[in-house]
């Protein structure tokens, strides 16, 4: 140990941990595309009395799940549309607020050009001006008026 990690006030857990190398030098999220599920979920458990944290790649654990028991997963191909009770077999333009992250903008061409997702990965790596950017959202601003004892609302957006 160097007198820096015993400077910096650190436990012999911690210390213990660098000097192996346990601690994870890349951070998890949903949507970081760090494998090629087509839905990334990453669950974290973590508990700071005992200094220990659980992540766990729960989309790559379910696709495991998926090849030893294929008979209780299944992909379907189109989208259940809860509002019109309808399923939907092609892919939806972005609509959203935010640009779209990276990780769907790849499985998005890769689903709509009917092509490998590494291939799509390759070719569109560093091509973030062709991802499509958000659409804020009008919002309506109401506005009370009131004018010869009588009221009215009015929506600016």
Not at 52 to 79: H, N, Q, S
Not at 118 to 137: C, H, N, T, V, W
């Amino acid at each position: 140990m160097t007198t820096d990690v015993k400077a910096a006030g650190l436990s012999p857990g911690i210390i213990e941990a660098l000097s192996i190398g346990n601690l994870p030098d890349v951070e998890w999220q949903s949507e970081d595309d760090l494998c090629d599920c087509t839905f990334q979920r990453i669950g974290m458990w973590k508990n700071p009395y005992l200094a220990e944290t659980l992540e766990v790649r729960l989309c790559c654990i379910w696709a495991k799940f998926a090849e030893v028991f294929p008979d209780m997963v299944r992909t379907i191909p189109g989208y259940f549309n809860e509002n019109t009770q309808e399923w939907i077999t092609q892919p939806w333009e972005w609509n959203g607020e935010a640009e779209m992250p990276k990780a769907i903008w790849y499985r998005h061409l890769a689903r709509k050009l009917n092509r490998p997702l590494a291939e799509i990965r390759a070719e569109y790596a560093g091509k973030d001006e062709l991802r499509p950017k958000g659409r804020p959202q009008r919002r309506e601003i109401p506005f009370l008026l009131t004018q010869g004892g009588m009221e009215f609302w009015i929506n600016f957006g």
